[in-house]
C-alpha cells in the first residue's frame, strides 16, 4: 500500500519558517497527487495544499496562500512544505497525504502519514 513518513516539524517563533517533508516509500506515488493537511487540538483536519502527480497544479487554503508553497521531487520521492511567516494560528499536527487524484486528496480520502508537530510560539 505505501507509507508516508513526515519530518521537519518543531518549534519556531511567529515569523518563523519551517520546511516540511514527507518521503514516500513501499510504491510508487509519481503518478498520485500529494497533500498535506493540518489539525489543531479540538479542530477538524484542515487541507492546507495539494500538488498533482506533475508538480505542476497546486492548490492552497486561503490561510495560508502566499505563505506556504508544496512541492514534490519524484526522483527522490518526496513531497515538501515550505511554510513562510508561520503564525500562532498555524500550530498543528501537519499530516501528509496522498490519493489517486487531486480530488481524492481534496477529500482527505487518501493515505495518510503519522503526522509532525508544528508549534508557532507568540
Known amino acids: 500500500q505505501g507509507q508516508l513518513v513526515e519530518s521537519g516539524g518543531g518549534l519556531v517563533q511567529a515569523g518563523g519558517s519551517l520546511r516540511l517533508s514527507c518521503a514516500t516509500s513501499g510504491r510508487t506515488f509519481d503518478y498520485y497527487a500529494m497533500g498535506w493537511c493540518r489539525q489543531a487540538p479540538g479542530q477538524e483536519r484542515e487541507l492546507v495544499a495539494v500538488?498533482?502527480?506533475?508538480?505542476?497544479?497546486?492548490d492552497y487554503a486561503d490561510s495560508v496562500e502566499g505563505r506556504f508553497t508544496i512541492s514534490r521531487d519524484n526522483a527522490e520521492n518526496t513531497v515538501h512544505l515550505q511554510m513562510n511567516d508561520l503564525q500562532p494560528e498555524d500550530t498543528a499536527v501537519y499530516y501528509c497525504?496522498?490519493?489517486?487524484?487531486?480530488?481524492?486528496?481534496?477529500?482527505?480520502?487518501?493515505?495518510w502519514g503519522q503526522g509532525t508537530q508544528v508549534t508557532v510560539s507568540s
Open positions: 500538488v498533482d502527480w506533475s508538480g505542476h497544479i497546486t
Open positions: 497525504t496522498a490519493g489517486t487524484s487531486m480530488s481524492q486528496v481534496r477529500n482527505m480520502a487518501g493515505l
